[in-house]
């Protein structure tokens, strides 16, 4: 698909986000130079077309409390990590769980994000997800955050790309 200027624009509006009003679309389309029906239609495409995945929100975790971060690794069996993945994802403790590859020297391949505001809740929170999943037996092991990064969206436009 050739991205038109409208499509640009409106990328280059949301790489801040969609603006935390009563009318966003409005909103962003004011950025964007467009009007609000215009930047719907132009996400609806971009989304069916594959270019934008989703959209959703970046949650500053600490500011609201949690400052116990974890991501929790899992050398889950390969012909089960699709399964186990759902069970997990349907879990309100989990934030965010995907599949990766194998590395030489990791052998874990399901990673998945567990906030909480004390070390000792996340750990009660992995040990409930394992029992509750049926994976007490799965090697695994609780990665804490030490530090944070800037958190922001996906980047789609560049400056070059008007």
């Known amino acids: 698909m050739e991205l038109t200027r409208q499509d ?3 990328l280059a ?3 801040d986000g969609l603006p935390l009003t009563s ?3 409005r909103d962003l389309g004011l950025r964007a130079g467009l009007d609000e029906g215009t930047v ?3 996400l609806r495409r971009l989304l069916e077309a594959g270019l934008i995945s989703r959209l959703g929100i970046i949650v500053r975790h600490q500011e609201l409390g949690y400052r116990a971060n974890a991501m929790v690794v899992w050398d889950v069996a390969d012909d089960q990590v699709v399964e186990i993945g759902r069970r997990f994802a349907a879990v309100d403790a989990v934030t965010l769980c ?3 590859p194998r590395r030489p020297g ?3 391949n399901l990673f998945c994000m567990v906030h909480g505001r004390e070390r000792t809740a996340v750990c009660d929170q992995v040990a409930a997800l394992a029992r509750d999943c049926d994976v007490e037996d ?4 609780i990665l ?3 530090r944070r990064f800037k958190q922001r969206g996906a980047i789609y436009h560049r400056p070059d790309d008007q």
Request: glycine share 0%; hydrophobic share 30%.
């Open 13 to 15: 509006a949301l790489e």
């Open 8 to 10: 640009h624009l409106v």
């Open 106 to 108: 990791w052998p874990y």
């Open 144 to 146: 804490f955050s030490r």
């Open 98 to 100: 995907y599949h990766r």
């Open 23 to 25: 009318t966003p679309y």
């Open 40 to 42: 719907i239609e132009t």
């Open 138 to 141: 799965v090697p695994r092991d």
